[in-house]
């Protein structure tokens, strides 16, 4: 079993770097976990393998290729290790690791492969190995590949209509990536039972901060438009409880209030509501924007 292989090559390399099992487990876990994993009775959670191979020197994804081929741990835990890539904007890593999937080909399972082949695209263009337009002629076959085989599982279509979107905002084809927004919007609904980490719900979430910012920048920006979308995201934010992209909202709808001269009591609450959630979620780079550019209404 795939697992046992793993607990056994932690072992080696343990007993390489002449380190106890109490030493490896020191302010990680507790030796017996050590132990268990080791004897391939338990797979460590993705956190737990990350912070053994450090200590261990090597990479998490040399533990992961111990698991391949269809064990569903294995495609759990890359899929996991990805998603902790894309959150901390690792492209290079997500390239790195969707680039060895494919070329190993390591699962029979038509989703996974289609997902990660997404990630390997979109990762390359956020590398700009591909250019805007390399990128969705990429993109368009690969969705087609989607609808045709019917691999909807965590809504798939909508992820690579999102990225699609992305893409024609970033290179100016507003229309079309407003477009792409919308279909994608009007695809979300509930399908399946998903996971809560990758919950198509939650996603809605990026899809539509992700549009208010193309509305945002367009040439003539309709400012009451998007804060009622804007508004709308909010809400969406408060019933799932979900808190990753409040900050963004608001400091946005911050900057709409200005454009529309709004009162600055108004204006400064909606960047003072940005800079709570930026600072509670430590999102350095949003505190230094708002602190530098916003001084005069959070101060």
Not at 184 to 196: C, Q
Not at 291 to 296: H, I, Q, T, V, W
Request: hydrophobic share 40%; proline share 3%; charged share 25%.
């Amino acid at each position: 079993m795939n697992i046992e292989v793993v607990g056994k090559e932690i072992a080696r390399l343990r007993k390489e770097k002449g380190l106890t099992q109490a030493a490896l487990a020191a302010n990680l876990c507790t030796q017996p976990a050590i132990s268990q994993i080791e004897k391939g009775e338990v797979l460590p959670s993705l956190d737990t393998l990350e912070l053994i191979a450090s200590r261990l020197g090597e990479s998490t994804h040399y533990f992961l290729n111990l698991l391949k081929y269809d064990n569903p741990d294995y495609i759990e835990l890359t899929i996991n290790s990805i998603e902790r890539a894309i959150s901390q904007q690792a492209h290079e890593t997500v390239y790195e690791i969707a680039k060895t999937e494919l070329t190993m080909n390591t699962s029979t399972s038509t989703w996974y492969m289609l997902w990660v082949e997404w990630h390997y695209v979109f990762s390359s263009y956020r590398l700009n190995k591909l250019s805007a337009q390399e990128t969705t002629h990429k993109l368009l076959p690969l969705l087609q590949k989607v609808k045709s085989n019917h691999v909807y599982d965590e809504g798939l279509d909508v992820k690579i209509l999102n990225s699609l979107a992305i893409v024609c905002s970033n290179d100016n084809n507003v229309e079309k990536s407003l477009d792409y927004f919308d279909e994608a919007l009007g695809l979300i609904h509930p399908r399946e039972i998903i996971p809560p980490t990758r919950n198509l719900s939650i996603y809605q979430i990026r899809v539509l901060f992700n549009k208010v910012k193309t509305l945002f920048y367009v040439e003539q920006p309709e400012y009451e438009l998007i804060l009622r979308e804007i508004e709308k995201g909010i809400r969406l934010c408060k019933e799932h409880e979900n808190m990753s992209l409040l900050g963004q909202f608001f400091y946005y709808k911050g900057l709409c209030l200005e454009k529309l001269e709004r009162s600055c009591e108004e204006i400064s609450r909606s960047y003072k509501q940005a800079l709570y959630f930026f600072e509670l979620l430590e999102k350095e780079v949003y505190i230094n924007i708002i602190k530098e550019r916003k001084a005069a209404y959070v101060t």
